[in-house]
Nanobody, 119 residues
């Protein structure tokens, strides 16, 4: 059974930092591109960042570039999202995704973790 379990969300003031984690079970983690998405109330889910499987090449949405860092530890089957200089507009539910479609299999999603940035 495949599981992606996010953690690390919470309440933080503007300018603060959070580190999200997503632990994967039931997949060969090292083969998957991994992504973080977010969905704010009343808005569509949007891509935040992704990291490739082996080389670890990263890509970011313009809105988070320079503030967020995605990384992975294949030995721990875990992907991280370090979020610095948080803004109120970063408030959303954050989801991790295992990009199975690149391997010709289905994608997998975590259940999401809430990040709220407020003073």
């Amino acid at each position: 059974q495949v599981q992606l379990v996010e953690s690390g969300g919470g309440l933080v003031q503007p300018g603060g930092s959070l580190r999200l984690s997503c632990a994967a079970r039931g997949i060969t983690f090292s083969m998957y591109y991994m992504s973080w998405y977010r969905q704010a109330p009343g808005k569509e889910r949007e891509s935040v960042a992704y990291i490739t499987s082996v080389s670890g090449i990263t890509n970011y949405a313009d809105s988070v570039k320079g503030r967020f860092t995605i990384s992975r530890d294949n030995a721990k089957s875990t992907v991280y999202l370090q979020m610095n200089s948080l803004k109120s507009e970063d408030t959303a539910v954050y989801y991790c995704k295992a990009e199975g479609s690149r391997l010709g299999v289905r994608d997998y999603w975590g259940q999401g973790t809430q990040v709220t940035v407020t003073s």
